[in-house]
């Protein structure tokens, strides 16, 4: 058996890897666009942008681990189902259970490889790559604002300018909070940025507060405001995504969110070992199907996963928080429960 088993891990673990490399790769793109600009533009260094790719990482993992699992099994089996590999193992006398070994373990060693994400390194690199965005901030200047053009290299903010007399003073300014709290808009005043913070000498204009869709408007001749760059990026990431463990469970009486996040850590880990059994049953299903089949059936199937753990997230005030990020493992290992023996065997 263990020659069975070293032989069937052989075919999963490399495309595994590979498949994690994708799409991570994949994911990046988006992000590494804007942090490409970031370099060459702003002239943020290098190290900057390496260490915010690095500490994306962990929360794409939570997506390709789970992802790269159904994949790599479904792939190799299916492979060895098309080459009548299987049949020739099952006339050797070989049970279902031992069939299945090859996939157990390796859904044991992706499941361990995702709880280590989702317990350390999400929360870690979630705190690191904010600090990280701070540190680029600095590099932002005030001083590229043009113009009749938006200017939104800040988060959560838009400006607008009619006229630049120099580097501090401008006419016509329109700010925008993307969140849909303020809208300001002055004849003139000074633009002044300081370490984590935005500055505006305003005067002669209007304020728009829209909150709790309660709207408030406001006539001043002189307005002071200061923009809290560092606030808006903590707002960026919901708070619970820093919170380790027991940070989560310190905060339970806060609010069912924590609860949700707390267990839902647990679940998208041992998503992985059910991705892995799932793999196994559709490798079999679909031996004769183009091998291109593999991608797309893998594709949709985590998107569907995901999708209802996202809905899942929603129905926290009408169910238990902890046992509403269960709902999508609950549903997706009705197949492999069901079906499994029957396609093995």
């Keep these: 058996m263990k020659i069975l088993n070293k032989y069937i891990l052989r075919e999963i673990f490399p495309i595994f890897f590979l498949s994690n490399i994708f799409f991570i790769f994949v994911l990046l793109l988006d992000k590494l666009i804007d942090l490409t600009d970031l370099f060459f533009s702003k002239n943020v260094p290098a190290i900057i942008i390496i260490e915010t790719i690095i500490f994306y990482l962990p929360s794409f993992l939570m997506i390709t681990i789970p992802t790269s699992a159904l994949l790599a099994v479904m792939t190799a089996h299916n492979r060895l189902s098309a080459d009548s590999e299987i049949v020739v193992i099952k006339s050797l006398g070989v049970t279902p259970y031992n069939l299945t070994r090859p996939t157990i373990l390796f859904g044991i060693f992706a499941t361990f490889l995702a709880f280590i994400t989702s317990y350390t390194l999400l929360p870690y690199g979630n705190q690191l790559a904010i600090k990280n965005l701070k540190r680029t901030v600095n590099y932002i200047s005030i001083k590229d604002i043009k113009e009749n053009e938006f200017y939104n290299e800040l988060p959560n903010l838009t400006l607008h300018v009619t006229k630049k007399y120099d580097n501090t003073n401008y006419a016509g300014i329109t700010i925008i909070d993307n969140k849909g709290e303020n809208f300001i808009t002055a004849k003139e005043g000074e633009i002044l940025q300081s370490v984590g913070k935005i500055i505006f000498d305003l005067k002669d204009g209007t304020l728009i507060n829209g909150k709790d869709e309660k709207y408030s408007k406001i006539s001043f001749g002189k307005f002071y405001y200061v923009f809290n760059v560092d606030a808006q990026l903590k707002r960026d990431i919901k708070q619970e995504r820093f919170m380790f463990f027991s940070e989560l469970m310190e905060n339970f009486d806060k609010g069912d969110i924590f609860k949700f996040e707390f267990s839902k850590r647990i679940a ?31 594709l949709a199937t985590i998107f ?19 046992f509403a990020p269960w709902i999508a493992n609950i549903l997706f290992s009705i197949i492999p429960l069901t079906t499994l023996k029957r396609c093995i065997s």
Aim: glycine share 4%.
């Design 268 to 298: 998208l880990p041992l998503s992985t070992m059910i991705m892995a059994l799932l793999g196994l049953n559709m490798g079999i299903f679909f031996h004769r199907s183009n091998k291109s089949i593999n991608w797309i059936v893998a």
């Design 304 to 322: 569907v996963y995901n999708m209802i753990m996202f809905l899942s997230e929603n129905l926290i005030n009408f169910t238990d928080p902890f």
